[in-house]
């Protein structure tokens, strides 16, 4: 997960926000009212992308949380807080063997809470371990699931919403996500399940695609801000009127205390946007928010596929034309979601890159030569 966001999360100088705190610049996008009565929320995780993302934004409303995590991880974040935030230890994984840590839900046995906001389920045994121990001292739980949970995804022609097929897998209490994370999306799926199972009417299964902005470690969008800066021929992926969706990670954790201030349950697909946006329109628009001196030229999916370009690995944002379904997220902007204007999630991100992000290797994204290579044999095909 990445490091150099958080780390930063807050600011020790500066005008004070929501009662005196000092948020970063990028970290609030539009005007904070605090909530009329403030929450008790429980995370499950927390130092990590969207964990700290759902935090700032909490803390800004004014509520109040607890993080539950092993405290390997950003251990001091949101240590100047300490109205706002409690840290408890403990670890939620059941071992797979000997040499693993035991289970240790032990921090968790007392308390009362709003909501909790489970970041880190990914077995079902143990988001029924975590249901088992809190019982009734938690008045919802948002389940922080995945667009994997629908197999089809992709595959047909027919826009995915929160009725369509869900995944299935022969065990649905699997410890491992097996070779090719096959049983990631099952799994996911499983413990939606399991939440609803401990709090039937109170359990929102939030289902997010690509979660990007800055912090983004993945690299996988952060690719393109990257490209932008760098500005001259860059290679545009695949067809330009083919959709892409994400969400950016502070827009996401927003939501989620919406969620929580309205006491809302259901499914919902969590991803950008309320209108569809071509691969052309983010090219240009990042174009036009961070480097003008961009040119790009078009390469076809079949080109990419025959030069075995990965998508969005070696190309982020791209998707083979016929491969990309379409999320519909109606149900979620009902609920609440808002989305700022990609331009801002670019540009923060190309601020990001420079400022915050440091030297560590890219772990997506097309090296330069072979861009390069890739356009000077598009030309000469």
């Known amino acids: 997960m990445p490091k150099n966001l958080t780390r930063r999360s807050f600011l020790g100088t500066g005008a004070a926000v929501?009662?005196?705190?000092?948020?970063?610049?990028?970290?609030?996008?539009?005007?904070?009212?605090?909530?009329?009565?403030?929450?008790?929320?429980?995370?499950?995780?927390?130092?990590?992308?969207?964990?700290?993302?759902?935090?700032?934004?909490?803390?800004?409303?004014?509520?109040?949380?607890?993080?539950?995590?092993?405290?390997?991880?950003?251990?001091?974040?949101?240590?100047?807080?300490?109205?706002h935030v409690e840290k408890r230890r403990g670890q939620r994984r059941r071992p797979n063997d000997d040499k693993a840590p035991k289970q240790d839900l032990k921090a968790l046995e007392k308390g009362e809470w709003d909501a909790v906001v489970d970041t880190s389920a990914y077995f079902t045994r143990e988001v029924e371990d975590v249901c088992a121990v809190l019982k009734d001292r938690v008045g919802q739980y948002i389940s922080i699931s995945s667009l994997s949970v629908y197999p089809d995804l992709g595959i047909n022609d027919q826009p995915i919403d929160e009725t369509s097929k869900l995944a299935t897998c022969e065990d649905k209490y699997a410890t491992t996500m097996g070779k090719r994370w096959e049983r990631y999306g099952p799994l996911k799926r499983y413990c939606e399940d399991a939440a609803e199972a401990a709090y039937p009417g109170k359990t929102a299964k939030v289902r997010p695609g690509y979660i990007v902005g800055p912090g983004d470690g993945t690299d996988r969008f952060t690719y393109w801000p990257k490209r932008f800066l760098r500005g001259g021929e860059i290679l545009a992926p695949g067809s330009p009127d083919n959709e892409v969706q994400f969400i950016d990670v502070r827009d996401l954790g927003a939501w989620l205390v919406h969620l929580i201030e309205n006491d809302t349950a259901g499914a919902f697909n969590a991803v950008g946007f309320d209108g569809r946006i071509s691969m052309a329109e983010f090219l240009h628009t990042g174009k036009g928010a961070v480097n003008h001196r961009c040119d790009f030229t078009w390469v076809d999916d079949a080109f990419l596929q025959e030069n075995k370009v990965s998508s969005w690995g070696e190309m982020g944002c791209w998707t083979p034309k016929k491969l990309n379904g379409h999320t519909d997220v109606a149900r979620a902007i009902a609920a609440g979601l808002t989305f700022r204007p990609i331009a801002q999630t670019i540009r923060d991100t190309a601020d990001w890159v420079q400022n915050g992000r440091g030297d560590k290797p890219w772990r997506a994204g097309m090296k330069d030569e072979r861009e390069a290579e890739l356009i000077a044999k598009w030309k000469k095909r």
């Not at 609030?28 to 130092?47: E, F, H, N, Q």
């Open 18 to 83: 929501a009662g005196g705190l000092s948020l970063p610049l990028h970290a609030i996008s539009r005007p904070i009212v605090p909530a009329a009565k403030p929450k008790r929320i429980l995370m499950l995780g927390g130092t990590g992308w969207l964990g700290p993302a759902t935090v700032r934004a909490g803390i800004a409303r004014g509520h109040h949380f607890t993080l539950f995590n092993r405290g390997k991880s950003n251990p001091t974040l949101f240590d100047d807080v300490p109205d």
